[in-house]
């Protein structure tokens, strides 16, 4: 059996998300038809997520452990804002979010703040764009592969890391996540029992 390169499985999941969260040329009409009126208030919705953001002491402490300015967190945030109202979700689209998460890992962003972040940056921009439901929808939809896409790097990067480092399979390693979360759920049936 072939495995897959890194290319397929990200792309694989760019065409699975799009069809399981229903997107198609209603989505990205909407969302391109909203870019004008969240490019207006972009400003707005980034400070609100750079502020909700740097609350969380780990996620600030990361960047100043790294050195990191906050204008390259407002850079990350506006990078995320583009590519939600101004991709396709093409095979180009979804390559620019692997390479864009791929570059959060490097930095050491964890996947608890990538989900957190996508969240805080969904709800501000509902919060200042005024959508209507269809609109609210696209945001859902945009949101949720943005969200995948992303996350699909998360796992990659694991499954490189187990097979480089201990010569795991993808397999391999998917039974060892189904038996430590059997194990896992075992032991919290007990504590709460």
């Known amino acids: 059996m072939r495995l897959m390169s890194l290319r397929e499985k990200i792309l694989k999941n760019g065409l699975y998300s799009s069809l399981l969260l229903g997107i198609n040329?209603?989505?990205?009409?909407?969302?391109?038809d909203m870019s004008h009126m969240?490019?207006?208030?972009?400003?707005?919705?980034?400070?609100?997520?750079?502020?909700?953001?740097?609350?969380?002491?780990?996620?600030?402490?990361?960047?100043?452990?790294?050195?990191?300015?906050?204008?390259?967190?407002?850079?990350?945030?506006?990078?995320?804002?583009?590519?939600?109202?101004?991709?396709?979700?093409?095979?180009?689209?979804?390559?620019?979010i692997a390479r864009m998460t791929f570059d959060l890992i490097r930095i050491g962003i964890p996947p608890r703040m990538l989900?957190?972040?996508?969240?805080?940056?969904s709800q501000e921009i509902v919060r200042h764009s005024h959508s209507n439901s269809n609109q609210v929808k696209a945001i859902i939809q945009a949101c949720g592969w943005l969200l995948s896409n992303m996350m699909e790097s998360y796992f990659t990067i694991d499954e490189?890391?187990?097979?480089?480092?201990?010569?795991?399979?993808?397999g391999s390693y998917d039974r060892l996540l189904k038996l430590t979360a059997e194990k896992i759920y075992r032991n919290i049936d007990k504590e709460l029992a």
């Not at 790294?66 to 995320?80: F, S």
């Open 25 to 32: 040329n209603q989505t990205k009409t909407s969302l391109h």
């Open 115 to 121: 989900i957190m972040l996508r969240f805080i940056l």
């Open 38 to 96: 969240v490019n207006s208030s972009r400003d707005e919705i980034v400070h609100a997520c750079m502020y909700s953001l740097l609350q969380d002491s780990e996620f600030a402490g990361r960047f100043r452990e790294r050195g990191l300015e906050p204008g390259y967190v407002r850079g990350i945030l506006e990078n995320i804002v583009d590519e939600m109202f101004k991709g396709d979700f093409s095979e180009e689209h979804t390559l620019r």
């Open 160 to 170: 490189e890391v187990f097979a480089n480092s201990l010569g795991i399979t993808s």
